[in-house]
């Protein structure tokens, strides 16, 4: 028990990834509001850039630009991870402006954000073609 | 010849250029535009099945010339390329097939957006066919959810917003898995591109405890990817969004890009964790058992349903089921049969989906059951398609869905496990019954006059609203002959492939056997 504690308290920044991964997982899925689910989901893709980063930070490395020539490998960090992270925000951002702009859709007809009232609503349709 | 191996890549980047060219053109320009562009795809990928089948080898294609530890890489092998072309054939199809039903579902000033997204999901069906990078994968999986999302709301009904809405949550949900999965193993390895992942697994697997880090990285992903393409507990998305969406976007969800969902984890399987790796983790025998259990619980829901849209989208589930059952029965002889099962339901599917509206065309516009009773003899060439379909789900011989079936129980036995060889009989004898029971109903359902008044006054009143038409005949858009013809060409190029499969699934097999030869 201690040792897990112990190697959670020394990785603490996985760890804190791995827990705003799992808020933002459950938000998405068991949350009514679809504002709050798009948080979620937000929270969620955060959790993994936040591991990627972490992973990818090597603590008195510099990040790979050369300004007075090259010195060793040992100085520079790899800077993928930090361009995985770049191009992972983009996709989120680019999703989360699909899904706000479904949202007003979504409210605009049924005069609610909340997926379960909006499926109830919807039940008493005419159903299909 | 050599000129070929750019050709992965122009699918690709040519795609994207399309997509942008289709937002200038007016609705039927970007149609014909589009029509002539995947015309010119097929015979793209047509050439690359014919330069690797002559050249006998996989090539890779390194972007920006950085070599393999960095960069970015395309690997074209004939599996690749067969899919491609099949994918792309089934485009083709679903768009001149649904494109009298687009002109009704979709406000005309935006016909052209519907096709930039087709061809943005072109383009990213094409990425995750052809790429060797995993990232890649994730980037171009966003952009297929995206596309697809986009295919589905263009038909402005309530329905189809919350279909959209629930589609996308939990494909966020599982594109949120997939990214974290690759970021474990990303973490793990080292490496992005595929080949040298997989020599770092194998390092990691040789090692005391790393089996488990890479099967947690392995499900995160399998879970991810099951959530997106429909595995057992995850299909309930199904019906809502295949039921509501327009008929070539129905097509193309169901057909092709739950398919490619499923081809980037048998990739991943394939070449990052490596195949003899993979049968050894728990998760194999874990697919398995989804697998079935989404055959069984999928046609269950199927007969349950009422409107055939439901009906054909539980039964995609059950079909998805087939799939991950091939998957996780391992032995060379399942993954192949994986593969054609989904090739031919992809064929069977498409067709399908076109096929139902038309019935629906002459039934009062109802997909619910009781009104579509006789709409078989109301529009001949669309229930005779739908018969023949339907034949194939069932798995009578001729047709491909018989082979798929039929080579299933043939790897079952060549596994040489007692315990998989019963359940997969088991699971395919229930699961035969069941297709046999709901399709079968159907096709018979459509080919019986209905009792009382409110079944056969639907087509009537149809009728009255247009003055020139008789009773029962098919409406007017699709009584012209380029309307029959946008119709007709599809739907014989489906059944013809479909009995192809059927007729000479060993040509297929064989091709498919030679492409997993070069694909880890």
Known sequence: MKETVLALLANYEEAAAIMLFVIGLSMLLFHGNLIKKLIGMNIMDTGSFLFLASMGYIEGRKAPILVDGFRSVEDYVNPVPAGLVLTGIVVSVSVTAVMLSLSIRLYRRYHTLNVDEVYLLSRHQLEDR | ?520
Not at chain 2, 73 to 92: H, K, N, Q, Y
Not at chain 2, 251 to 262: D, F, G, M, R, T
Not at chain 2, 387 to 401: D, Q, R
Request: glycine share 10%; proline share 3%.
């Open chain 2, 1 to 520: 010849m050599d000129f070929i191996r750019n050709f992965p890549l122009f699918t690709i980047v040519l795609s994207l250029f399309s997509s942008v060219l289709c937002m200038m053109l007016d609705g039927r320009r970007a149609k014909r535009y589009t029509v002539c562009y995947e015309c010119f795809l097929i015979a793209l990928s047509g050439a690359v099945l014919w330069y690797v089948s002559v050249t006998g080898e996989a090539f890779t294609y390194v972007m920006g010339e950085f070599p393999a530890p960095w960069g970015n890489e395309i690997r074209a092998g004939i599996l690749e390329a067969l899919l491609a072309l099949t994918f792309l054939v089934i485009l083709l199809c679903s768009v001149l097939g649904g494109w009298r039903f687009l002109l009704i579902d979709v406000e005309h000033s935006k016909i052209n957006l519907y096709f930039t997204l087709i061809n943005l999901l072109t383009a990213a069906l094409m990425a995750l066919i052809w790429t060797n990078d995993i990232f890649t994968g994730y980037v171009f999986l966003e952009i297929l959810t995206l596309a697809s999302c986009g295919i589905l709301i263009v038909r402005e009904i309530g329905r189809t917003t919350l279909a959209a809405v629930r589609y996308m949550v939990l494909n966020l949900l599982g594109s949120g898995l997939f990214l974290l999965g690759v970021v474990l193993l990303y973490s793990l390895t080292g490496h992005l591109l595929m080949v040298p992942m997989r020599e770092a697994v194998a390092e990691i697997i040789a090692a005391d405890g790393g089996a488990i880090t890479v099967t947690f990285s392995l499900a995160v992903l399998t879970i991810g990817l099951g959530i997106k393409s429909g595995l057992f507990p995850f299909y309930f998305w199904m019906p809502d969004t295949y039921g509501t969406a327009t008929p070539t976007s129905a097509a193309i969800l169901s057909a092709l890009v739950s398919k490619a969902y499923i081809f980037l984890l048998f990739k991943i399987y394939w070449r990052v964790i490596g195949i003899d790796v993979f049968q050894e983790l728990p998760i194999h025998d874990l697919l398995f058992g989804l697998g079935i259990l989404g055959m069984l619980f999928g046609s269950v829901s199927a007969i349950r349903a009422n409107s055939i849209h439901r009906m054909l989208a539980f039964s995609s589930a059950a079909q998805i089921g087939y799939i991950y059952m091939g998957l996780g029965m391992g032995g060379p002889m399942g993954y192949v049969t994986a593969l054609f099962q989904l090739i031919a339901h992809s064929v069977t599917k498409s067709l399908l989906f076109l096929t139902t509206p038309r019935l629906a065309r002459v039934s009062g516009d109802s997909l619910l059951f009781q009104n579509l009773q006789g709409s078989g003899t109301r529009d001949r060439s669309a229930g005779i398609f739908f018969t023949l379909c339907s034949f194939s789900m069932v798995g009578i011989p001729i047709f491909a869905g018989f082979s798929a079936k039929l080579f299933f129980a043939v790897a079952a036995v060549e596994t040489g496990k007692l315990g998989v060889l019963f359940a997969t009989m088991l699971a395919l004898a229930i699961s035969s019954v069941l297709n046999a029971l709901y399709f079968l109903r159907t096709v018979i359902r459509i080919y019986t006059a209905g009792r009382g008044g409110a079944d056969i006054s639907a087509p009537r009143i149809y009728a009255e609203a247009h003055n020139d038409i008789d009773a029962g005949e098919p409406v007017p858009e699709t009584r012209t002959l380029s309307g029959r013809l946008s119709y007709w060409i599809p739907a014989l190029i489906l059944t013809g492939i479909n009995l192809f499969l059927g007729l000479f699934s060993w040509v297929t097999v064989d091709v498919i056997q030679r492409g997993l030869m070069m694909f880890a």
